[in-house]
């Protein structure tokens, strides 16, 4: 699957902070470094989807850049 994770640098949790924008506003996790967070976010997404499909709940559709 083909999904989008933002990694940004937070000031307030002194922390990578990864969000998963295709699954919604609280799809997050964060971390010490930038790999640190990108691994935890890949976990989350591996989660996400295997609880979806475990509930037969849809995928969301993954936000591919167009780029003209």
């Known amino acids: 699957m083909k999904y989008s994770i933002l ?3 937070s000031d307030p949790d002194e922390a990578y902070v990864a969000s998963l924008p295709e699954w919604g506003d609280y799809a997050r996790t964060h ?6 967070a990108l691994e935890n976010a890949k976990e989350v ?8 499909e475990q509930t037969g ?3 969301p559709d993954p936000k591919i850049l167009q780029i003209a």
């Not at 971390?31 to 640190?36: A, F, I, K, L, P």
Request: glycine share 10%; net charge negative.
């Open 57 to 59: 709940k849809p995928l």
């Open 45 to 52: 997404l591996e989660d996400l989807i295997y609880g979806y």
């Open 7 to 9: 990694i940004q640098w």
């Open 31 to 36: 971390g010490e470094t930038y790999e640190e």
